[in-house]
T-cell receptor, first 113, second 114 residues
Framework: DTEVTQTPKHLVMGMTNKKSLKCEQH?????MYWYKQKAKKPPELMFV???????INESVPSRFSPECPNSSLLNLHLHALQPEDSALYLC????????????FGPGTRLLVL | ELKVEQNPLFLSMQEGKNYTIYCNYS?????LYWYRQDPGKSLESLFV?????AVKQEGRLMASLDTKARLSTLHITAAVHDLSATYFC??????????????FGTGTLLAVQP
């Protein structure tokens, strides 16, 4: 199984809502990532988990809260988002190690109204 | 700080023609990745180039890496419409331990016209 899955595929939320994005992989990867991608731009790293511990936080606002409940799951909790947070949110996973290839999920397209 | 630049940003080409996308990066790295992204879709891994002089080919795409020049190229041979997509190169930036951060190039939007 070489697949990273993400749910939901699309999400519309108001600025006062609380929602969560979910990512799952069963490749035995011990590193998982959240990226944000705006239209016509490259993906930008938000968070990295390595062995279920947060190892990189790219100065992301606290309205984004990551969680890694186990080695296969990665969540991104959203609260009080702004319209400018509307984007494609991509999850990726890789073997834990320097320069291992990252495999991306299909993404969640988020619209904040 | 590692920076990755691609050119051109947009490439319109006719079917059957050849062209090259260039990827320059600012600091030493011995592994470079190429990804493809279709509109509204996720990123698909195309190539991983592991060392200086590495060359990989898949169908009409061929990627190469020159670590001394900090340059990778993605060559398209006899383009077909199915190759229309955005292509990203990416370089890993080491954070220590088992962690790496992928720095993406600006992307090249390829449009193959019939």
């Amino acid at each position: 199984d070489t697949e990273v899955t993400q749910t939901p595929k699309h999400l519309v939320m108001g600025m006062t809502n609380k929602k969560s994005l979910k990512c799952e992989q069963h490749m035995g990867h011990r590193a998982m990532y959240w990226y944000k991608q705006k239209a016509k731009k490259p993906p930008e790293l938000m968070f990295v988990y390595s062995y279920e511990k947060l190892s990189i936080n790219e100065s992301v606002p606290s309205r984004f809260s990551p969680e890694c409940p186990n080695s296969s799951l990665l969540n991104l909790h959203l609260h009080a988002l702004q319209p400018e947070d509307s984007a494609l949110y991509l999850c990726a996973s890789s073997q834990a190690g320097y320069q291992e290839t990252q495999y991306f999920g299909p993404g969640t397209r988020l619209l904040v109204l | 700080e590692l920076k990755v630049e691609q050119n051109p940003l947009f490439l319109s080409m006719q079917e059957g023609k050849n062209y090259t996308i260039y990827c320059n990066y600012s600091t030493t790295s011995d592994r470079l990745y190429w990804y493809r992204q279709d509109p509204g879709k996720s990123l698909e891994s195309l190539f991983v180039l592991l060392s200086n002089g590495a060359v990989k080919q898949e169908g009409r795409l061929m990627a190469s890496l020159d670590t001394k020049a900090r340059l990778s190229t993605l060559h398209i041979t006899a383009a077909v419409h199915d190759l229309s997509a955005t292509y990203f190169c990416a370089v890993a930036s080491y954070y220590g331990g088992a962690t790496n951060k992928l720095i993406f190039g600006t992307g090249t939007l390829l449009a193959v016209q019939p």
